[in-house]
């Protein structure tokens, strides 16, 4: 049904009255407000003013009397668009019947190429136009897509109707399916857009060239503007030009006012400038200048808009996606300011623009959580960069994409950045496994790839790991020799990244003396973003470098069978290495490169066979010139210049040197500072009030004995003491089943427990007991804890984004395996009756035992301060009221008790009172001490003397003796020939060791020129004069009090 619309005053009406014969139930009409028009419905007649139906039947609308008109003179087929004229396009037009410039022209009926009728698509109709008696036919639409009339010219057919209406046609038309595409209409000749050229009148002045806009330039060093200049030649007379501008296509208003900004060109002015604030919240889109001509004298008609091409205000990001693997390297993100800093100041650090970068995930880590934008000299660009690394978290957790979005930190220098969002960036972060070996009992070697035993029976100092990375070597190197007389183990162990190293040595000193773990920092300018700390046991200890690299050391004081005297020491050690050591890792862990065939490559290169441990073993024993024990690290700068790098998760930002390998501190969730001490370069403890107290001799005897000792393993069981191989074995498994996290882990992936079964049976077959179950127990709750808490879906996340490590291979685990003597529930040993302690190791119904007191009890205050002193002993454990008693045996001074520390499992440190004058020195001072966990049950007490070396000489037994060359004046000690300024005295022991002299002044020498002489400088024969003597002025050979020259 063919009917007028006027779209306007259209009023939908559906029509539900069934009384009516309608064609549909529910059909829709249209009402209108201002005129009266009629549809037919079969017999009725719908009046679209009132809304009413009629039963008068009326003919419907004619075409050749209601249509819409399209005046427009550029649609003829003889025009074609200029590059600066704005194309024809009829994709909004309204359905519905057209007529063209007043009925004076058709649509033509043949092939219209690309590029005329004002459009680059235009539409012409197929088909001959109709006759009158026709009425209204249906015709096809052609657009063509190409230039050329060789080819059908019809690749996109619309459907079109046509009526002739005597003196014009009227088409009944629909939009085109896109832009710019238009319908033509006739083929006369037409002035060009703006003016003809020849005899049309110029409605307004003709631009040939779009305007431009040139980069933004920095206006009396505090403001920016953009300059857009209009290309027309000056000279014109009443030329005008409109400029306005706009930001991803919309009209730019003024911020403050909410007006459109528009700028007008008279005379030969050509350039209009945009003040950068104006642009205030529009940062981060693309600015163009538009520009209409007009003439002066006939503003009202203006030309079509022009616009130049687009700058970018804003921040880019020249980097936008960014792949990061654990095992590195980082990647640089540069970012550009296409706005240039103004900047007022004479501080050219000053002229910046600083952001900040956030992301919703703490597994990209940043070289800085805020970047500053500032000129760069030799490109002339405003430009910041910073870096970007995945985070060595130690888990698996696969690929991932984060986003990062940037902010700008707005001062009051540059108002006009606030709010401004720059397009944020795609980070994805791949993760790698990180590397991990156990040494443990004698020592069995779980390498990185072959997660089997080595079992490495020799002594001597050996490489365990190493990757000796250019940016940040990670070395490990252990001291191995016999526990007792027949047993290798790891009795001390170096551990150094980049110019921090860290000792822990446990290894004997003198016979049958008790083991205990030393901890010292190797570091020449002490430790740089390493962490030292020790669970509540003090028996286990954690190195954790800022690479993520950490190892882990169980300490362990045996009797061996027959030896019950002797108190040997013994270490587990635990690797993790970070991903980036992959492919670089070598050393008794083996090569670490997913390859476990081929672990047993020597430092020679060479690859041994399982029946050559041995010999592969030798070939990693550390050389001279690479040996880290007891050697001050030089520091090498190099390594001092490593990023240190932050996670920048939801505003909150990280930027610490400590590790995020959740694996550093599994102290039950408690754990404890280390005090550790630090060596000179005389490679004996330097002491201060920080370090540890006492130093002692090695025995040479015991030290050679043990490093040439060559153990031979016994071959076969059953062992000396009856044990067959059926039993061994059941020792060992039911000893593995009772440790702390077997429940947990016995089927977890990665694990082999009968590689721990196998290093658990060889150490009962070369010592005849159970002794080393411990170890095993330990090393299986080290590889849990390693394959757990690799796993992503152990974890869960805080509201912080921080992943939890899983509680029951953490907090649960009880330390020392409760020393066999208790059950562990959750994470607390219940221990056996007669025990205590947080691992049951302390027997409750005994003291401690005082074993000796570092130094053989001696402390010369010549060397250091005596301020505390160790002790060591037995059956000690972390309490609230441990305290050390001082009971004084010489001079003044009354019983002292004061707090302790513990500083390990078998060691304390004690505060020594006040004793002696840090200036003048002080004479003996000897205490027995004991120590109590109680304050109430003491000790058994042994002997520490603080004694001056100037004028005493002590021995281990206490006793000491008075030199005879030195004084003991007013209680303290002077060497010989000390002078007392004040008293102008001397100590001359030839006359007394307890009484100041009285200075000898002439001394004279025998030689033949003497000392220079003071009246004649020239001349060295005079009296050399000490003690506060000077020359006789009479006398030069003669010296005087120098107060009183009375010669």
């Given at each position: ?25 529910g ?17 009725f ?120 209406c ?17 319908y ?48 027309y ?14 930001v ?40 163009k ?68 970068v ?26 910041g960069?910073?870096k970007?690394?995945?985070?060595k978290?130690f ?83 252990v ?36 083991a ?22 003090g ?35 635990d ?10 890792g ?15 490559v ?22 001279s ?82 490093e ?14 009856g ?22 882990c ?51 996340k ?64 010549r ?80 002997t ?12 281990v ?54 000392c ?10 005079c ?17 005087g ?7």
């Amino acid at each position: 049904m063919d009917f007028f619309r006027d779209d306007k005053d259209e009023v939908p009406v559906v029509v539900r009255d069934r009384r009516h014969k309608v064609d549909k139930q529910g059909t829709t009409f249209e009402c209108f407000k201002r005129k009266t028009t009629f549809q037919v419905i079969r017999n009725f007649y719908f009046n679209t003013k009132t809304c009413f139906y009629s039963s008068r039947l009326v003919h419907s609308l004619d075409p050749c009397l209601h249509y819409n008109s399209h005046d427009d003179p550029h649609r003829s087929a003889l025009f074609q668009p200029e590059s600066t004229d704005k194309e024809n396009c009829d994709h909004q037009m309204k359905e519905g019947w057209y007529v063209f410039n007043g009925g004076n022209d058709t649509i033509p009926n043949h092939c219209v190429t690309k590029y005329h009728c004002g459009t680059k698509f235009p539409v012409w109709m197929k088909g001959q136009l109709p006759s009158v008696r026709d009425g209204v036919v249906n015709r096809h639409g052609c657009i063509a897509l190409t230039h050329s009339t060789n080819v059908l010219c019809c690749e996109i057919v619309l459907d079109m109707k046509v009526k002739n209406c005597g003196s014009f046609y009227v088409y009944y038309l629909k939009p085109t399916p896109f832009c710019p595409a238009a319908y033509c209409a006739g083929e006369t000749y037409t002035c060009n857009v703006g003016n003809s050229g020849g005899q049309c009148k110029d409605l307004y002045p003709k631009m040939t060239s779009f305007p431009v806009l040139r980069k933004p330039e920095i206006v009396l060093n505090t403001t920016v503007r953009f300059p857009c200049d209009v290309q027309y030649p000056p000279g014109q007379p009443d030329v005008g030009f409109e400029v306005t501008w706009t930001v991803d296509g919309q009209t730019l208003v003024d911020p403050d006012t909410g007006t459109l900004i528009v700028e007008h060109l008279t005379g030969d002015s050509r350039t209009v400038y945009l003040d950068y604030n104006k642009l205030k919240g529009n940062f981060g889109k693309t600015l163009k200048c538009r520009v209409r001509s007009y003439y002066t004298n006939t503003t009202i008609i203006k030309s079509d808009s022009i616009t130049s091409d687009g700058y970018y205000c804003g921040i880019k990001v020249l980097t936008e996606k960014i792949v990061v693997d654990e095992k590195g390297p980082e990647k640089t993100v540069q970012v550009e300011s296409t706005i240039p800093v103004p900047c007022n100041t004479a501080h050219i650090d000053e002229c910046k623009i600083s952001f900040s970068v956030d992301t919703h995930t703490k597994d990209a880590m940043f070289s800085t959580c805020s970047y500053d934008i500032k000129l760069d000299p030799v490109t002339g660009r405003y430009l910041g960069s910073f870096k970007v690394t995945a985070t060595k978290d130690f888990v698996s957790d696969g690929t991932q994409t984060h986003e990062v979005s940037f902010k700008p930190i707005v001062d009051f220098n540059h108002p006009v950045w606030m709010g401004y969002n720059v397009h944020p960036i795609h980070v994805t972060t791949v993760s790698s496994e990180h590397g991990h070996c156990n040494a443990h009992g004698d020592p069995h070697v779980i390498g990185m790839d072959h997660k089997r035993n080595t079992n490495v029976y020799v002594t001597g100092e050996m490489t365990l790991y190493e990757c000796k990375s250019a940016s940040n070597p990670l070395q490990v190197q252990v001291k191995t020799w016999p526990c007792g007389n027949y047993h290798p183990c790891i009795c001390a162990l170096v551990a150094r990244e980049g110019n921090d190293a860290v000792q822990i040595d446990m290894c004997e000193r003198r016979r049958n003396k008790h083991a205990v773990p030393e901890v010292t920092i190797l570091s020449e300018r002490g430790l740089n973003g390493t962490t030292l700390s020790r669970d509540q046991s003090g028996k286990s200890f954690f190195i954790n470098f800022p690479s993520g690299a950490r190892v882990f050391a169980s300490t362990y004081v045996l009797s061996p069978h027959g030896h019950p005297h002797e108190k040997d020491g013994m270490i587990n050690v635990d690797i993790q290495a970070p991903p980036d050591n992959k492919g670089c890792g070598q050393g008794i862990c083996g090569l670490w490169n997913d390859n476990p065939n081929d672990d047993l490559v020597g430092a020679d290169g060479r690859h041994y066979s399982h029946k050559q441990v041995t010999e592969f073993a030798n070939t990693w024993r550390v050389k001279s010139s690479e040996r880290l024990f007891n050697q001050i690290l030089s520091y090498q700068p190099f390594y001092s210049t490593q990023h240190t790098y932050c996670t920048c998760s939801n505003g909150r930002v990280d930027c610490t040197k400590k590790s995020k390998n959740p694996n550093k501190n599994n102290c039950n969730g408690k754990c404890k500072s280390v005090r550790a001490s630090k060596l000179n370069r005389h490679r004996y403890r330097r002491y201060s009030d920080d370090d540890l107290d006492g130093e002692e001799a090695v025995d040479d005897v015991i030290t050679q004995k043990r490093e040439n000792f060559n153990y031979k393993p016994r071959d076969v069981f059953p062992t000396g003491t009856g044990i067959n191989e059926t039993q061994a074995k059941k020792v060992c498994v039911d000893g593995l089943g009772k440790s702390t996290l077997y429940t947990r882990c016995h089927h977890e992936p990665g694990m082999n427990i009968t590689a721990l079964i196998d290093s658990c049976m060889e150490d009962v077959k070369a010592s005849g007991s159970d002794l080393f179950l411990v170890t095993q127990m330990a090393a299986f709750d080290s590889w849990c804890q390693n394959e757990a808490m690799k796993n992503i879906s152990n974890y869960k996340k805080s509201p912080d984004g921080d992943l939890i490590p899983p509680l029951d291979v953490t907090d649960h685990v009880c330390p020392n395996q409760c020393s066999q003597r208790g059950t562990c529930l959750f994470g607390q040993c219940k221990c056996a009756p007669g025990y205590t302690a947080v691992d049951c190791s302390v027997k409750s119904n005994e003291p401690p035992n005082i074993v000796r007191i570092r130094g053989d009890g001696l402390c010369d205050i010549r060397k250091r301060f005596c301020v505390r002193t160790n002790v060591l002993a037995e059956n000690i454990m972390e309490t609230e009221k441990m305290t050390c008693r001082f009971q004084p045996l010489t001079g003044s001074g009354t019983l002292k008790i004061v707090p302790a520390e513990l500083v390990s499992a078998w060691e304390i440190l004690c505060p020594v009172p006040v004793h002696y004058d840090a200036h003048t020195g002080r004479t003996l001072q000897q205490y027995n001490v004991s120590i109590s966990l109680d304050n109430t049950t003491f000790s058994n007490e042994q002997t520490y003397t603080v004694y001056d070396s100037v004028c005493q000489q002590c021995d281990v037994t206490g006793q000491c003796l008075f030199k005879k060359d030195a004084c003991l004046i007013d209680g303290n000690c002077f060497q010989s020939g000390y002078l007392n300024e004040q008293h102008n005295k001397v100590c001359n022991p030839s006359q007394s060791q307890y009484q100041w002299s009285s200075p000898e002044l002439d001394h004279y020498t025998a030689i033949s020129f003497g000392c220079q002489c003071q009246h004649e400088q020239s001349s060295y024969n005079c009296a050399c004069c000490r003690n506060g003597g000077c020359q006789c002025p009479r006398n030069p050979n003669k010296c005087g009090n120098c107060h009183h020259l009375d010669c």
